[in-house]
């Protein structure tokens, strides 16, 4: 029983089994070296290639990208220089046109003040005329009643009056330097 005992153990495999196992590793070996390796060669060659191709387009967009923001950003300096030389022109829009308004209201204000003086003037004027005509009429009545005739030639009254006033105006124009003492 020995001997079949050294046969069954399970320990030490027979030599058909080592051959046989040798010729299925070896046939699978083969098989799959022809057909299962070069499949995975084939995918890790695309995936290493889609890999490459996408990292070198994201390289190519993100130079597109830094591009396209140095343009914006360029863009954006430029607007604001733009705007900065905007403001600038409104600004000294601004002081022309409020300096052209205070030219406008300073000629409108001598303006009005011209023309106000004209009708103080004119006003004046009238009011002399119309004193002058009074105090004639008066003077005359009053010469008339002192002297004992009438006065009543518009002739004679006109140069009565026009002598009484030029005397009244140049005792004036003497005695402006005094204060008045009472003699007219």
């Known amino acids: 029983m ?7 153990n399970p320990l030490i495999p027979h030599l058909a ?28 060659a695309e995936r290493t290639t ?22 914006l950003e360029k863009r954006l300096a430029d607007a604001r220089h733009e705007a900065a030389r905007i403001r600038e022109e409104a600004r ?6 409020l300096a052209e308004m205070r030219e406008q209201a300073q000629a409108e204000s001598t303006r009005i003040v011209d023309h106000g003086k004209a009708q103080i003037e004119a006003e004046r004027q009238q009011a002399v005329t119309s004193l002058r005509a009074e105090v004639g009429a008066l003077a005359t009545g009053l010469a008339g009643r002192i002297v004992g005739e009438s006065l009543e030639d518009d002739e ?13 105006e140049a005792i004036e124009a003497t005695g402006a330097g005094t204060s008045g003492n009472g003699a007219v």
């Open 156 to 168: 004679r009254s006109a140069r009565v009056v026009d002598r009484f006033l030029a005397d009244l």
């Open 17 to 44: 089994e080592i051959g046989l196992s040798l010729v299925v590793f070896g046939i699978l070996f083969f098989l799959v070296k022809k057909f299962v390796v070069p499949a995975f060669e084939a995918t890790y």
């Open 92 to 97: 000294e829009q601004g002081a022309q046109i």
């Open 50 to 71: 889609a890999i490459e191709g996408g990292l070198a387009a994201a390289e190519t967009k993100q130079a597109e990208a830094d591009a396209k923001l140095a343009e």
């Open 2 to 8: 020995r001997a079949a005992e050294e046969e069954l």
